[in-house]
């Protein structure tokens, strides 16, 4: 149950991120700005509140974790598909009123709608993949590196078929009927996915008993220094001023991490790798390449990365985890050397 959720949810993330740059090409006459706007929100806003993210799902129930964001996220790329249905459909009726204005209000709408959705998406993934599973597997690491090897091949099989739908139709069809495409779908997910997660945690027990948290037990360290401040202040700035110390423990938890410097590194490494992220799909597509050839990359692409699950399973096996992480750090370093040298 817990795979066939994840499949759906990641059917629909793949869907969106590919369909909603190309969307954003479309409405702004096939420039990348709407896109890169879209880009450095989405990439801006899981930097500023990953750890508010974070905070939230480890001070509530589960199931209250996991349905919330499952519902926000779906009903986001809803009510945002409707919208980019709507401009579409009259897009010069809409550029003639408020002397334009209303067209940006329009797009200013549809990027929120979709960092929401991402923000939501974001919290689904560190519930069930960071939590629901370790509890599922007992804290067995064997079975949680089996099972966070089959979620992963499941994400690549995902990334392979939901962009290929979804150019297919966009192509064959158009842009409209690629938002009801994935409106519909959404609808459909958002109601099998809550009846299998509410399966799923009344079939583990587990998962309805939680560690406890500091304000179970003793207050943290900012409370204690700046309680009396924040109490003394209004509402509104005392609870800014928890969100900010909020953010700041979470810097400072991930500060005194052992693997640190490591995943420092690996943030590094990613900064100069060329993935097909909304601003790689949105410049291909201005350059002539239809959605349906681009989707087609994209499963390649994806292809690549299925291989590399079926060779982690294997090589831990034979190697070791730590080994493991070596050889692939080589192994990315040495296809990033390949795309050097083809330039």
């Known amino acids: 149950l817990i795979y066939v959720s994840g499949a759906l949810s990641m059917w629909g993330d793949r869907m969106w991120h590919f369909a909603i740059s190309v969307f954003l090409i479309e409405l702004y ?49 809803t009510v945002c598909s409707i919208v980019l249905m709507l401009v579409f459909l009259y897009k010069q009726w809409i550029e003639s009123i408020w002397d334009g204005w209303l067209t940006v209000v329009c797009y200013t709408v549809v990027i929120i709608l979709a960092d929401v959705a991402n923000l939501a998406s974001t919290a689904l993934t560190i519930a069930i993949q960071r939590d629901w599973i370790v509890v599922i597997t007992g804290y067995n690491r064997g079975h949680l ?58 079939i583990v027990p587990a998962l309805s008993v939680k560690p406890p948290t500091p304000e179970d037990g003793q207050e943290r360290p900012a409370e204690r220094t700046e309680g009396l401040e924040i109490t003394n202040l209004p509402l509104c700035f005392g609870r800014f001023r928890w969100l900010l110390s909020t953010c700041k423990d979470g810097w400072r938890a991930y500060y005194r991490q052992d693997v640190f410097l490591a995943g420092m590194g690996l943030a590094f490494l990613y900064t100069t790798v060329l993935g097909f992220d909304c601003i790689t799909t949105g410049y291909a597509y201005t350059q002539g390449i239809s959605g349906s050839l681009l989707s087609l990359l994209m499963g390649v692409s994806a292809i690549t990365g299925l291989m590399g699950t079926v060779m982690f399973t294997k090589l831990r096996k034979a190697y070791g985890l730590v080994n493991t992480g070596i050889i692939s750090s080589c192994l990315h370093l040495f296809c990033l050397l390949l795309c050097v040298c083809s330039v």
Request: proline share 2%; aromatic share 6%; with cysteine.
């Open 145 to 202: 590196a089996g099972m966070n090897a089959t979620m992963r091949r499941i994400d690549q099989v995902t990334n392979i078929l939901a962009p290929l739908a979804v150019g297919q139709v966009m192509t064959l069809a158009s842009n409209v009927i690629g938002c009801g495409f994935i409106l519909g779908w959404n609808l459909v997910s958002l109601i099998v996915e809550f009846i299998f997660l509410s399966r799923v945690y009344r």
């Open 29 to 77: 006459g096939r420039n990348l700005l709407l896109t890169a706007i879209f880009g450095l929100v989405v990439a801006g806003s899981v930097l500023l509140l990953g750890a508010l993210i974070g905070d939230w799902v480890d001070r509530n129930p589960r199931n209250k974790v996991a349905h919330a964001s499952l519902l926000v996220q779906n009903i986001s790329v």
